[in-house]
């Protein structure tokens, strides 16, 4: 089976005020080593499967943690780094526009900070309560939800992340939400280590009038 690894470790995740010191981001990310040149998922679907045609994510919900996040597409910065989502915006989550989108062959990789100086818990603080079996829809720009279930939650230090395992093509829609986890060094002004929210395709819908009218979770949200 054919594999994609992402030459990316995700930083980022501001820790909270501890002991009244306000801790400095580290946004130190190695570039992007990309095996593919152009696209890094020009790869053909092993299964032979059929999948949904290219769609934006527009928002995420997790009803089981009361996550509700609007989406912005996050790229590469001229360095070749990956970007994060702006610590500003604590309510809203980041998608990888270089990857597959929701429905599409291959796994699309969100992510969202877990905490910020000024917010305390943001989007994706709830994502360590998540459980197996947990649902996850994500909503696209043409009106369709994709739907999948939690299948695993683990934590892998920032030095280690398991590109293949994270990254790895599968024979079939996936999706990963990643932020930060583990202890913050406050030396470092960082988190050890990256929680990784594993899961799989369940299927698709049209969304509904009551859908899309769901409220989102705003800044106000985490103030």
Request: charged letters at 25%; proline letters at 9%.
């Amino acid at each position: 089976m054919a594999a994609v690894v992402l030459s990316f470790v995700l930083a980022g995740g501001l820790g909270l005020m501890l002991s009244s010191v306000a801790p400095v981001p580290s946004f130190s990310m190695p570039h992007f080593g990309n095996p593919f040149h152009e696209d890094p998922f020009a790869v053909a679907d092993p299964a032979g499967g059929t999948w949904l045609d290219r769609s934006e994510p527009t928002r995420v919900d997790i009803d089981a943690v009361g996550v509700h996040a609007p989406l912005t597409a996050l790229g590469l910065d001229y360095e070749g780094n990956f970007e994060v989502p702006k610590m500003w915006r604590p309510h809203e989550a980041g998608w990888f526009e270089a990857g597959p989108t929701p429905g599409e062959f291959g796994p699309t990789v969100l992510m969202g900070h877990v905490d910020t100086e000024r917010s305390g818990p943001a989007v994706f603080f709830p994502l360590r309560d998540l459980e197996e079996s947990d649902r996850i829809d994500v909503t696209r720009e043409d009106g369709v939800i994709v739907a999948y279930e939690v299948t695993a939650i683990e934590s892998f230090s920032k030095q280690r992340l398991p590109y293949e395992e994270v990254f790895g093509v599968e024979p079939e829609p996936a999706l990963r939400l990643i932020t930060c986890g583990g202890a913050f060094d406050r030396k470092a002004g960082d988190y050890t280590e990256n929680l990784v929210v594993f899961a799989s395709y369940t299927g698709k819908r049209d969304a509904t009038a009551k859908d899309l009218d769901r409220p989102l979770n705003g800044r106000d949200h985490f103030r």
